[in-house]
């Protein structure tokens, strides 16, 4: 049972638009969202994450929505660059439990073309 | 530098062999889990210890095995290797609650069964 999921297995956007990374849960136990990064041959590094107590949170270019009664969640990477191409995964996690851990979607390939 | 370091970065044997990958995780950090990246696909979670013990078990073949030491490093020990166990082998660690980034991840170790 995928209790995070990423539908789109890939995405192409150009230079300077948005990019639009969109993830799925259907735990309605988790509270902690997060988006990681990674680059081909290198470990995911962290990008962003949100509190189930928000519906927004900013870092410069990179904003996560959060859609509790929809189970949604989105990046949106404004504008898009170049450097930005890589494989993002979305993450989720319960609060509060005697064992962290997080549950992790199968990652979507942006592709940003200059 | 993540603060998780992974040895080696590439190992190459053949069939039938018995390799161990070697994890350090940040300082700090009490829990180490381990994940399978194959052919650009998704993370698959194997294992994962707290504060030396056994917490949570993924997709971890019989083949496989792993334990942390007092000094809380970590080792995954791959024996009778297929050609499909070709991948790569991630380790990451974090806080007891994770804290607002997660996991850190390493670099990870590139295995080539031949």
């Known amino acids: 049972d995928q209790q995070v999921k990423q539908n789109s297995p890939s995405l192409s956007v150009q230079e300077g638009r948005i990019s639009i990374l969109n993830c799925d849960y259907t735990?309605?136990?988790?509270?902690?969202f997060l988006w990681y990064k990674k680059y081909p041959a290198e470990g995911p590094t962290f990008l962003i994450s949100?509190?189930?107590?928000?519906d927004k949170n900013e870092d410069g270019r990179f904003t996560v929505f959060l859609n509790k009664s929809a189970k949604h969640l989105s990046l949106h990477i404004v504008p898009s660059q170049p450097g930005d191409s890589a494989v993002y995964f979305c993450?989720?996690?319960?609060?509060?439990?005697?064992?962290?851990?997080?549950?992790f979607g199968k990652g979507t390939l942006l592709t940003v073309n200059p | 530098d993540s603060g998780v370091t992974q040895t080696p970065k590439h190992l190459i044997t053949a069939t039938g062999q018995r390799v161990t990958l070697r994890c350090s995780p940040r300082?700090?950090?009490?829990?180490v889990y381990w994940y399978q990246q194959s052919l650009d696909q998704g993370l698959q979670f194997l294992i994962q210890?707290?504060?030396?013990?056994?917490?949570a078990k993924g997709n971890i073949l019989e083949r496989f095995s792993a334990q942390q030491f007092p000094d809380l490093h970590s080792e995954l020990n791959l024996s009778s290797l297929e050609l499909g166990d070709s991948a790569l082998y991630f380790c990451?660690?974090?806080?007891?609650?994770?804290?607002?980034?997660?996991?850190?991840f390493g670099s990870g170790t590139r295995l080539t069964v031949v």
């Open positions: 990451a660690s974090s806080l007891p609650s994770g804290g607002v980034s997660g996991y850190t």
């Open positions: 735990n309605s136990m988790f509270d902690y």
């Open positions: 949100i509190s189930s107590i928000k």
């Open positions: 993450a989720a996690s319960v609060s509060g439990g005697s064992n962290y851990k997080l549950t």
């Open positions: 300082s700090g950090d009490l829990s």
């Open positions: 210890y707290y504060n030396g013990e056994e917490r």
